[in-house]
């Protein structure tokens, strides 16, 4: 793991130093590895990288790094999809996040490093199963809609992963590829400035997080850039398969170096 010594904001420090550099190639290829297989497969960004950081960086600082690193992909994405997001639903559903930020900051404030891997890993291993195997069907309807973005909220604010909730619920939404597109976009990036805000209102820092990110983003836009380059020529149903795997090996990792520790 990382400590936060060898973090960009220690006083002092020189962004360009070799060692640095060096240092944050893993964390930066875990982002280029994340974004390239969203741009493959459509698949979240956040549910691959942040389980990933977290064999890199304490829990807590992953939480805060990808607010910063989602938020940029958002900024990059939306004028380029707004025109098809459905805003009126982004509203509602914007109602049950804000409503679960007070709850999810006194989990992130109370639970341990530990607790908070074991939580990341519970949630993508609940959603990978419900991905893969439910058949239940979420009808679209103003109650959903809150219900979805108080989930996605808790989930959000405790993880840094807000998608889980919203992608099962959206699966089965009346969308066309378009709109499901602009609307997760647009959820995303208000539901991300919303939390970062509640997060720097009630003394969070997100400096490290800021600093940290500086390596990443490269690593972030090329991935996205080589993935569109793929996309024509990879299988995204094997790709898929190989996130999954990937995600069940790194949850059984997660609960083993908690059962370990």
């Given at each position: 793991?990382?400590p936060?010594?060898?973090?960009?904001?220690?006083?002092?420090?020189?962004?360009?130093?070799?060692?640095?550099?060096?240092?944050?190639?893993?964390?930066?290829?875990?982002?280029?590895?994340?974004?390239?297989m969203?741009?493959?497969?459509?698949?979240?960004?956040?549910?691959?990288?942040?389980?990933?950081?977290?064999?890199?960086?304490?829990?807590?600082?992953?939480?805060?790094?990808?607010?910063?690193?989602?938020?940029?992909?958002?900024?990059?994405?939306?004028?380029?999809?707004?025109?098809?997001?459905?805003?009126?639903?982004?509203?509602?559903?914007?109602?049950?996040?804000?409503?679960?930020?007070?709850?999810?900051?006194?989990?992130?404030h109370?639970?341990s490093?530990?607790?908070?891997?074991?939580?990341?890993?519970s949630?993508?291993?609940?959603?990978?199963?419900?991905?893969?195997?439910?058949?239940?069907?979420?009808?679209?309807?103003?109650?959903?809609?809150?219900?979805?973005?108080?989930?996605?909220?808790?989930s959000?604010?405790?993880?840094?992963?807000?998608?889980?909730?919203?992608?099962?619920?959206?699966?089965?939404?009346?969308f066309?590829?378009?709109?499901?597109?602009?609307?997760?976009?647009?959820?995303?990036?208000?539901?991300?400035?919303?939390?970062?805000?509640?997060?720097?209102?009630?003394?969070?820092?997100f400096?490290?997080?800021?600093y940290?990110?500086?390596?990443?983003?490269?690593?972030?836009?090329?991935?996205?850039?080589?993935?569109?380059?793929?996309?024509?020529?990879?299988?995204?149903?094997?790709?898929?398969?190989?996130?999954?795997?990937?995600?069940?090996?790194?949850?059984?990792?997660?609960?083993?170096?908690?059962?370990?520790?």
């Amino acid at each position: 793991m990382l400590p936060y010594k060898v973090c960009l904001y220690q006083k002092g420090s020189d962004p360009l130093d070799v060692s640095l550099v060096l240092s944050h190639l893993m964390p930066a290829f875990v982002i280029f590895l994340a974004a390239l297989m969203q741009a493959i497969t459509g698949f979240g960004l956040v549910i691959i990288a942040a389980p990933l950081l977290m064999i890199f960086y304490d829990p807590k600082l992953t939480v805060l790094i990808m607010f910063v690193v989602a938020m940029c992909t958002n900024i990059v994405q939306l004028p380029f999809v707004f025109r098809e997001a459905r805003t009126r639903v982004v509203a509602v559903i914007i109602i049950g996040y804000m409503l679960a930020q007070p709850p999810g900051l006194l989990i992130y404030h109370h639970f341990s490093s530990i607790q908070l891997k074991i939580l990341v890993g519970s949630v993508i291993f609940i959603s990978l199963l419900a991905m893969q195997f439910s058949h239940y069907h979420f009808r679209q309807c103003q109650r959903n809609d809150i219900l979805t973005g108080f989930l996605s909220g808790l989930s959000g604010v405790t993880t840094g992963m807000a998608g889980p909730p919203l992608i099962m619920y959206f699966a089965y939404a009346n969308f066309t590829p378009q709109q499901l597109r602009g609307t997760s976009v647009l959820f995303f990036f208000v539901s991300g400035f919303i939390s970062i805000s509640f997060f720097i209102a009630n003394g969070i820092d997100f400096t490290p997080a800021v600093y940290e990110s500086v390596y990443m983003i490269p690593a972030l836009v090329l991935g996205i850039l080589l993935g569109q380059k793929l996309l024509k020529h990879v299988s995204p149903r094997l790709f898929r398969r190989l996130i999954f795997c990937m995600l069940y090996f790194v949850c059984l990792y997660t609960f083993y170096s908690v059962l370990a520790s």
